[in-house]
């Protein structure tokens, strides 16, 4: 059989991204310094768009989003007069309401030692009014910024703070210890103390988040074991008592010796040999290993203060019960197409090129703006949603975070999963409780042991945790007698459930424990 050459049309489906589309999934995904910088560029670029003046206002509330019990409405303009994406966005949440707000357009797409005393070691410093977490940087970039970003990196010297966050997140598997120790580390000086007041500062911690005094000074006593030692020390005497305890060198004597600090840096060596109940050699000797130790391990390391983190939407209660969930205006870009410069240039364009020049920098102008819009309006209904659906947790704290996925918020909000993705990388929000990712607040699912609802696997971790704390010497409980007490408590776990929680916890076998209460 001959071949022959034959002509066959064929008719398929294909998704294909418009620039504009694009350019919306590429800002959403940014965070807002990230914006920022973006926006900056494009007022440099674009000739038709400039910045909103604090005069000239804007519309005071979130285009396309609408508030309920009381809030208000409004729109955005394209094209004509002055657009701008000003949001400063408000959404009133009801305990009992369903999903808030009209719907809105959607995306689917050591040196200088002295030894003059315990109040001599840390430094100044105010502990920060609201805590501050770190984040990762967000989409947006290009493979070039990624190599610069990555050589920067190697090139850079490690930050104090750097070095104790990387610990951190190897010490503390539990999510409420992590932020514990999140916040007590934006209070270390550059010296490695904890600056300000500490007692007042773990009780503030505490009462934020909804956590037992114990367990921010557990928490503390983990972090003074991190390299270098001595780190979160409250006093001089401290810092050296940690770095003695790492060479096993502590004891009643040395106790002595450093609670009278003074009589050392007097050279009182007669005073402290009958104070401490040694002779005049043991003395030297002890004396030349406070010589050999580090009052201030922190300055080993380049010291740069905790940045703290913008939060891109705000929450706070209401009088008359629920909360009020607003996008942050300081976080917003203010951004006007300037319309008159548009109709003046357009007269004065001769050339086919220069027509066309300016016909494309409004349509991007438009677009940038509307892109905006979209942005905020997304934000606010992704957070709303979480705050919805997280109410517990708010009210009660940690032991009451709800499971949730990407899926659940998506559907109540009717956008797709990759949205809701973009939305809560590298976005935040701050409530009574403190600052969070949103990404915090998802969490996969245990199942109930009766007809229940379904159980946060971070308030199981919690809960583990909390009974074994509880546990005396002579009831210390096994994994099969955890997995009996949560059945109790309406959570359905298996055994090697409970065995995976405690290890990540860092939580010995009960074996091992009983061994230790013995």
């Not at 409420?176 to 007692?199: F, N, S, T």
Request: charged share 25%; hydrophobic share 40%; proline share 5%.
């Amino acid at each position: 059989m001959a071949l022959t050459p034959r002509l066959d049309q064929r008719q398929t489906q294909a998704l294909v991204m418009t620039p504009q589309l694009q350019q919306a999934i590429k800002l959403l995904q940014m965070s807002n310094l990230e914006l920022a910088d973006y926006v900056a560029q494009e007022l440099e670029r674009n000739p038709l768009l400039e910045p909103e003046d604090a005069e000239r206002g804007g519309l005071e509330s979130a285009p396309g989003a609408g508030a309920t019990e009381g809030g208000g409405e409004g729109g955005a303009t394209e094209g004509g007069g002055e657009t701008t994406d000003r949001a400063e966005a408000t959404d009133r949440v009801a305990s009992d309401d369903g999903v808030p707000g009209a719907a809105a357009e959607s995306i689917d797409a050591a040196d200088d030692r002295d030894w003059t005393g315990a109040n001599d070691g840390p430094g100044g410093g105010n502990e920060p009014s609201l805590p501050s977490l770190s984040g990762a940087g967000g989409g947006g970039r290009g493979f070039d910024d990624d190599l610069s970003d990555a050589a920067e990196t190697l090139t850079r010297a490690e930050t104090l703070r750097d070095h104790l966050l990387a610990q951190l997140g190897l010490e503390a598997p539990d999510p409420q210890d992590r932020l514990i120790g999140a916040h007590l580390i934006d209070m270390i000086d550059e010296a490695g103390y904890i600056a300000g007041d500490p007692v007042q500062g773990l009780a503030q911690i505490a009462e934020r988040l909804g956590c037992e005094s114990e367990r921010v000074e557990a928490v503390l006593a983990r972090l003074q074991q991190f390299d270098p030692p001595g780190v979160f020390a409250r006093s001089l005497a401290e810092c050296l008592a940690i770095q003695l305890k790492e060479k096993d060198r502590f004891d009643p004597a040395m106790q002595t010796l450093l609670d009278h600090l003074d009589l050392l840096a007097r050279r009182d060596f007669v005073q402290l040999s009958r104070l401490c109940g040694v002779d005049a050699e043991d003395i030297a000797e002890m004396v030349g290993e406070i010589r050999a130790l580090d009052p201030k391990p922190g300055l080993a390391f380049d010291f740069a203060p905790a940045t703290p983190v913008i939060p891109d939407v705000l929450m706070r209660s209401q009088p008359g019960g629920g909360w009020i969930v607003e996008l942050n205006p300081d976080t917003l870009p203010r951004v006007l197409v300037n319309n008159a410069y548009h109709v003046r240039v357009s007269r004065s364009a001769r050339s086919k090129e220069d027509r066309h020049y300016i016909t494309e920098q409004m349509q991007s102008a438009n677009w940038l703006v509307k892109s905006l819009h979209q942005r905020a309006t997304t934000i606010l209904k992704v957070a709303t949603e979480i705050v919805r659906q997280q109410e517990m947790f708010f009210v009660r704290g940690v032991a009451h975070l709800r499971p949730l996925v990407l899926r659940d918020i998506a559907t109540a909000i009717e956008m797709h999963e990759s949205t809701v993705s973009r939305v809560t990388s590298n976005k935040y929000i701050a409530t009574p409780r403190g600052i969070y990712e949103l990404k915090y607040f998802f969490s996969t699912a245990l199942p109930s042991s009766g007809d229940g609802e379904s159980h946060s696997s971070e308030s199981v971790r919690h809960r583990i945790r909390a009974l074994i704390d509880a546990e005396n010497r002579s009831a210390v409980l096994s994994d099969d007698q955890i997995v009996d007490v949560l059945k109790i408590e309406g959570i359905a776990i298996a055994r090697r459930t409970v065995a995976k929680y405690r290890e990540g916890l860092g939580i010995a076998s009960s074996v091992q424990r009983r061994r230790e209460k013995a």
